[in-house]
């Protein structure tokens, strides 16, 4: 139940402003008041709405990473894998200096994968058991060192070498919940509402893995180095999953520099969700973070900027 009311927070949080409207009108004030600093707290307590208005402007040390499940497998590349420049000409336009794909395939991506050689030099795949693609890097600095937690768990550790600075990045794809899946095989998609029990059971067991795969990122983070994780966490702020590694103090890219909800998950029209991420260490700076939204995918594009602290 507490992962069902996680998962409806921005939906409470819409919910509640609407009261604190009504009440207003009403003109019942103290009520409104005490509303509104219950729901400012709540907001801030579980990430939900981010308020930021930092100006796009790039400084010294910029650091741009974007992160992109691309589905692969699926959507645009299925049908435009021998012409994919459309997804070339928007990802140029981000100019990242690093990018995390998720749910990348070789043989469909293999045309995106050279036309972006030319900026991002530097690329590594893993070859992972999943059946629902694999993770991918493309840096336009040097990639030291590859590394994985092990064959069976989409979770890649990297070091780049930044103008002689090294910086570890993590590419994830944690566990699913798999409910898109649920969804698409139903005849309805009241069937979320009509069988909760199918879907507590899977998300109960997803949750568990995840919170798994979370610990065995967190005991590999090094706080002497920057340090990023970034990818597609299948989960929302507020989650075991997230809160294990913001412990290890690292922060959350969205909530520092973003402005919203920051949803970057979209499928059936139900369901919408911010569950990608990119979480940073203190040697970092968040300058902004925007989520850019196109139709290859059932993600988002989400992309941080920093600044790299002398």
């Not at 409207?21 to 219950?38: D, G, N, Q, T, Y």
């Not at 590694?245 to 369901?271: P, V």
Request: charged share 20%.
């Amino acid at each position: 139940m507490q992962y069902f009311i996680l998962l409806s927070l921005p939906v409470l949080l819409c919910l509640s402003i609407i009261v604190i409207v009504i009440l207003c009108f009403k003109k019942k004030w103290k009520v409104a008041s005490v509303l509104m600093i219950v729901v400012l707290l709540f907001n801030w307590y579980f990430k939900i709405y981010a308020i930021n208005f930092h100006s796009q402007n790039d400084s010294d040390n910029r650091f741009r990473i974007l992160s992109y499940n691309i589905h692969s497998q699926g959507a645009y590349l299925d049908t435009s894998r021998y012409n994919p420049h459309i997804l070339f000409e928007v990802i140029k336009k981000t100019d990242s200096d690093v990018i995390l794909f998720q749910e990348y395939d070789t043989n469909r991506c293999a045309i995106l994968r050279d036309s972006l050689l030319c900026l991002y030099p530097h690329f590594h795949y893993t070859v992972g058991t999943r059946s629902y693609g694999q993770n991918a890097i493309f840096s336009k600095y040097p990639i030291k060192s590859v590394s994985n937690i092990s064959k069976n768990e989409l979770i890649n550790f990297y070091c780049i070498d930044y103008n002689s600075l090294p910086i570890s990045i993590v590419n994830c794809h944690l566990e699913s919940n798999n409910i898109g899946q649920l969804l698409q095989a139903s005849k309805t998609k009241l069937v979320f509402f009509i069988k909760p029990k199918i879907y507590y059971s899977k998300l109960q067991q997803a949750k568990g893995i995840r919170s798994n795969q979370s610990l065995l990122i967190s005991k590999a983070i090094n706080s002497d180095v920057p340090f990023i994780v970034g990818g597609d966490f299948n989960d929302v702020c507020g989650s075991n999953c997230l809160s294990t590694l913001e412990n290890k103090n690292l922060r959350d890219s969205w909530w520092f520099g973003g402005f919203g909800f920051g949803i970057t998950y979209s499928d059936f029209n139900l369901l919408k969700f911010r569950l990608d991420h990119i979480l940073y260490s203190e040697h970092f700076k968040c300058l902004y973070s925007e989520v850019q939204k196109e139709n290859f995918s059932d993600h988002s594009l989400l992309i941080s900027t920093f600044r790299i602290k002398k």
